[in-house]
């Protein structure tokens, strides 16, 4: 699992308990998701479609530092499907997983759209295959 994505925990991401926020985190999750398949489907058009179960394993703090890991489980035609990770940097644990991430590639009228991708691409090899 690649970690691309550190947040920073402040005192408006706190619950009641004084730690953060579930629906913060999971709002994390789905910017991180769509930004990622955003890159991937090279199409600013991008939504999420379902999130499998969420287990929470631990949580985070004020000041704490969490790092967010996605990875690639499958490409469908007009989606791709996405797998999460969140763990805590100060402490080392795992805080969140999410095993599935359904982002659909949506045309201009906002209709899931074919994407013709079939495995990970990477900025850097699309930058170096223009030039």
Known sequence: MRFHTRKWVKPEDLN????LFG?????WIDEEAALYSIV???NPKVVTKHMSEINFMSSAEQGDIVEI????????TTSIVLKSE??????????ITVNNITMVNLD?????????KTKIEYVKNR???KS
């Not at 890991?69 to 469908?76: K, N, T, W």
């Not at 969140?86 to 805080?95: F, L, P, Q, S």
């Not at 201009?108 to 013709?116: D, L, Q, S, Y």
């Open 16 to 19: 009641p308990n004084a730690t």
């Open 40 to 42: 991937q489907l090279e």
């Open 23 to 27: 629906g913060k985190l999971l709002a």
């Open 86 to 95: 969140v763990r805590n940097m100060m402490t080392r644990e795992k805080i």
């Open 108 to 116: 201009t009228e906002g209709r899931p759209k074919a994407h013709g």
């Open 127 to 129: 930058i170096n295959n």
């Open 69 to 76: 890991g996605l990875e690639v489980v499958h490409f469908g």
